[in-house]
């Protein structure tokens, strides 16, 4: 099956700092989602990107089908940015059944 | 106006019992979803049910019955609970099967004791 592969496992950055996130997929896919949990165990989706880029106020996301990759970018980082970052993509072509990767653990001190 | 919505958001039960675990959306998506992620946060779908029919069923014991009474609500059914199914378990939603937006509930802290 498809392999996910997320980069860094841990990051821990000062407010105000920037960073990238990364997500490498084995395979081609055609629907790729970014999800946050925070630190109180909600997950919520910030973009569903199978290709392309998008900005969503300090975040955006860009993800490079062709070459399986995919970046969440958070600018200005503020302490409710910490959690857990997920890339999410579908075992096989169109599949709704999302395989998701391990996750980036951001920190993000005051 | 809570999108996806589950009920009990912990539960601690004693091994060998029965529970379950009720979620609603409220979004009109035809699609429907149960994940689990364990103590790692690793996120894995067990069920998928779109407009009320069963589509994904992964590798799941047979205790663990979903039921999809209309394609609002679907809920998660666990027989002779075991340690091994602690966990927090989600539902989520999605408007259609097939590449879209999946959208989750806030989760059900499972400790089996």
New interface residues.
């Given amino acids: 099956g498809i392999q996910v592969e997320q980069s860094p496992p841990d990051l821990i950055l000062q407010e105000g700092a920037n960073s990238t996130l990364r997500c490498n997929f084995s395979d081609s896919v055609?629907?790729l989602?970014w999800?946050h949990?925070n630190p109180w165990?909600?997950?919520?989706?910030l973009f569903?990107i199978?290709s392309g880029t998008k900005q969503n106020g300090r975040l955006s996301a860009t993800t490079v089908a062709t070459e399986r990759y995919s970046l969440l970018y958070i600018s200005s980082s503020q302490t409710t940015d910490s959690g857990?970052y997920?890339c999410?993509v579908?075992t096989q072509g169109?599949?709704?059944?999302?395989v998701?990767g391990?996750?980036t653990k951001l920190t993000v001190n005051p | 106006d809570t999108a996806v919505s589950q009920t009990p958001k912990y539960l601690v039960t004693q091994m060998g019992n029965d529970k379950s675990i009720k979620c609603e959306q409220n979004l009109g998506h035809d699609t429907m979803y149960w994940y689990k992620q364990d103590s790692k946060k690793f996120l894995k779908i067990m069920f998928s049910y779109n407009n009320k029919e069963l589509i994904i069923n992964e590798t799941v014991p047979n205790r663990f019955s979903p039921k999809s009474p209309d394609k609002a609500h679907l809920n998660l059914h666990i027989n002779s609970l075991e340690l091994g199914d602690s966990a927090v378990y989600f539902c989520a939603s999605s408007a259609y099967t097939g590449p879209s937006t999946q959208y989750f509930g806030p989760g059900t802290r499972l400790t089996v004791l």
């Fill in positions: 055609n629907n989602q999800f949990q165990g909600q997950l919520i989706n569903y199978p857990v997920f999410a579908p169109g599949s709704e059944k999302l998701f391990k996750g």
